[in-house]
């Protein structure tokens, strides 16, 4: 009889437990038996593992093979668990030295002829992981992956301490090699730069002065915006350019972001850093963007963690699909239920949407190409309720460009590495005041910093306006943390009349909206 235990680590949600792959070999008809709510893909480990340990010049074991993955209480799914399991086996049967196994923790899928293969979530395994959040002793963990997936998890080596260490490997004879003693494995390298394509500039936009500025001070103060125009004004050209004038993500935020395209399987490591701009179809489902499935995975909503959703074509979504959107605004995160399960993942993302004024696309059109009715511009707005719009914090109309404009402009105006130094001044303005962006400012702190540096004529302005306009708190809100950013672009303490005039003027479309949605009832 023998036995031994190997450490891997699951993916769990935004968790990363440890399971003990625990391997017993005893006298009897040989079997090869998997326990521990494995799913398909780990019991088909079993004849990958058998293969793969006789194609690398080991023996399997004539005997009874009990492999158990503790903890038994949650399901275990995926090919990382083939490695360990092929560890235990050799290890349980005196191939190979088991004295130190516990200093290491292994994670790879097997091919038949004993080569490791990537696996999805290496990064978010280590990013994730109680060992790295809570290392308190100064432990040393070494983690061996296949080579592919050790070069994304050394991503979480930046800013880490000397204990943790991730080593490659390219076959079950590199692994078993190392830990006879024989051959050693190397340790990726975390590049220094990471090469990732340009952002779409700025100065590629003819026009749209107003629009411009609108992406501007949304880059800024992190606001979500909604742009209303006819077909080809240039909506989601704009949107896509967004990108290029927000403040470079720092490493938490440049993780974190990883973490999660990591667990979904859609990380490159020459796209880290670069902010997620993910603009799913009208047609998409609200598990597609919320998240689902079970075990629970992350939807667009999760994968434009620290960077842009946008919505193009924003009332063709059902509207029980853009109510999902309701929650993660105000939370910055989703939380997905299942009968048998329960995950959280962040949703901190900038909500763009685009959209057109009617379902033609020309209503107020100068050539009067718009043949509308009240009824079907009411049915096409009625996709957008009110709660949802009342989360938007700004909007804006985007007119059609000329064509004298075309003609005669040779670019667009400022580029996006202009812009972008005033909106890092205006963001580090945020940060050193209350530590945070003022599209994260909660209601206290819009008093602090938002209202108390507000002078008298402006508040009167704002309260005429809410009046008039019939805003709501939210409303009220969301105009003094857009106002508290255009004062911090024009490198202001105090929120003065123009400030605070500009921003109420970003809200006028909402109350279009209402009009037009409310029409003909």
């Known amino acids: 009889m023998s036995l031994a235990t190997v ?19 005893s006298a009897g008809l040989p079997a090869f038996a998997l326990v521990g709510l494995p799913d398909t893909e780990v019991k088909e480990a079993r004849d990958r593992v058998r293969s793969a340990i006789i194609n690398s010049g080991f023996e399997f074991p004539s005997s009874k093979i009990i492999v158990n993955l503790a903890p038994a209480d949650f399901p275990k799914e995926g090919g990382r668990y083939d490695l360990p399991i092929a560890i235990g086996i050799l290890a349980a049967s005196g191939q190979i030295k088991k004295q130190h196994l516990s200093n290491y923790e292994f994670a790879g899928e097997l091919s038949l002829s004993g080569d490791l293969r990537n696996i999805s979530g290496a990064l978010a395994m280590i990013l994730n992981s109680e060992y790295l959040k809570n290392n308190k002793q100064g432990k040393t963990k070494t983690f061996i992956l296949p080579s592919e997936s050790a070069n994304e998890a050394a991503l979480a080596l930046i800013n880490a301490d000397e204990t943790l260490q991730i080593l490659a490997a390219n076959s079950l004879n590199q692994v078993c090699n190392f830990l006879s003693g024989n051959q050693e494995l190397t340790s990726p390298k975390i590049p220094d730069q990471f090469a990732f394509s340009e952002y779409p500039n700025l ?47 720092s490493i938490n935020e440049a993780q974190s972001s990883a973490a999660i395209l990591s667990l979904a399987g859609q990380f490159k490591i020459e796209q880290y850093a670069k902010r997620p701009f993910r603009s799913p179809h009208h047609t998409a489902s609200a598990v597609a963007l919320v998240g689902g499935g079970n075990p629970p995975r992350p939807g667009e909503i999760s994968l434009a963690h620290e960077g842009i959703l946008f919505l193009d074509e924003l009332p063709e979504f059902p509207r029980k699909v853009l109510d999902t959107l309701r929650e993660p605004l105000e939370s910055k995160q989703i939380h997905i239920a299942r009968a048998a399960k329960q995950s959280t993942f962040p949703a901190k993302f900038q909500l763009i949407a685009a959209m057109n004024p009617c379902p033609c696309g020309y209503l107020g059109d100068s050539e009067g190409r718009c043949r ?24 804006v109309e985007v007119p059609a460009v000329s ?119």
């Not at 303490?493 to 409310?518: C, D, F, G, V, W």
């Open 372 to 395: 509308c009715t009240q009824d079907q511009i009411r049915r096409y707005t009625s996709h957008l309720s009110g709660p949802l719009l009342d989360r938007i914090d700004l909007f």
């Open 403 to 521: 064509a004298e404009v075309l003609a005669t402009s040779k670019n667009g105006g400022e580029p996006s590495e202009v812009v972008q130094q005033r909106v890092c001044h205006a963001r580090n303005l945020q940060m050193q005041r209350q530590g945070k962006t003022n599209a994260d400012l909660e209601v206290a702190e819009i008093n602090e910093f938002c209202q108390a540096q507000t002078e008298e004529s402006a508040l009167l302005l704002l309260t005429q306006a809410s009046s008039k306009l019939g805003f709501s708190a939210r409303s009220w809100h969301k105009i003094f943390k857009l106002a508290r950013t255009i004062a911090d672009l024009d490198n202001s303490q105090t929120i003065h009349l123009p400030h605070m005039a500009e921003a109420i003027q970003y809200r006028r479309l909402r109350s279009k909206l209402t009009n037009s949605m409310n029409k003909n009832k």
């Open 203 to 249: 100065t590629d936009v003819l026009g749209q002065p107003q629009a411009r500025r609108v992406l501007e001070i949304v880059a800024a103060g992190r606001h979500s915006l909604l742009m209303s125009g006819p077909p080809g004004s240039g909506k989601s050209m704009l949107a896509s350019r967004l990108p290029s004038i927000l403040p470079p993500m």
């Open 7 to 25: 450490l891997s680590r699951a993916v769990d949600g935004l968790s990363s437990p440890q399971v003990s792959v625990e391997v017993h070999i």
